[in-house]
């Protein structure tokens, strides 16, 4: 198995091409997170404790939320 993210920078058609024993449905498209499901996970991760508050305020995830893009 497989789990990869593609960035705008890299053709997502690739896949197959590269890996041809990959069956044609499995490629799964994902949505982006919008802000509200992305301040959900944060606050999930502080919570969980898997994340240090003083490391990942609320600045600091709407940074790493524009920076991926919304990607999860």
Known sequence: ?????????TAVGKLR???P???????????????DE?????HYYLRQRLIRREAFSDEGWKKLYYLANGNG
């Open 21 to 35: 024993d990959v069956p044609s449905n499995a490629h799964v498209m994902f949505p982006r997170y919008t802000l």
């Open 1 to 9: 198995m497989m789990v990869g993210a593609f960035s705008h920078s």
């Open 38 to 42: 992305a301040a959900a996970v944060s």
């Open 17 to 19: 091409k590269d890996l």
